[in-house]
């Protein structure tokens, strides 16, 4: 996307600051995330992949690390679709 004939690129996006970062990528085994991933790959950041596919996620993180030449490329086998999975057992405090 384009806004007044210049690419948008935020701040923090700036070479060396990007090699001391980690993004953490939901759903980064295909569609969305996948190219969310590989951009921060190509910026240098070390990428952690979430996904619940562990098969998905090691072909995901292997073609990353080629297509990016980033060797800091990690996939975490996680479910985020059910809350407790992220967070814990939900917990009811008194009034």
Avoid: Y
């Avoid at 953490?24 to 992949?49: P, S, W």
């Avoid at 993180?61 to 939900?90: K, W």
């Amino acid at each position: 996307m384009q806004i007044n004939n210049r690419e948008p690129q935020a701040q923090w996006m700036n070479g060396a600051s990007c090699q001391k970062r980690i993004a953490l990528a939901t759903g980064g085994t295909d569609g969305i995330g996948k190219a969310i991933a590989h951009e921060l790959a190509g910026q240098g950041m070390r990428v952690v992949i979430v996904g619940s596919n562990a098969v998905k996620g090691a072909a995901a993180a292997s073609e990353l690390r080629e297509a990016s030449g980033n060797d800091h490329i990690e996939f975490l086998r996680a479910d985020l679709s059910a809350i407790r999975n992220a967070v814990g057992e939900p917990r009811v405090q008194p009034a």
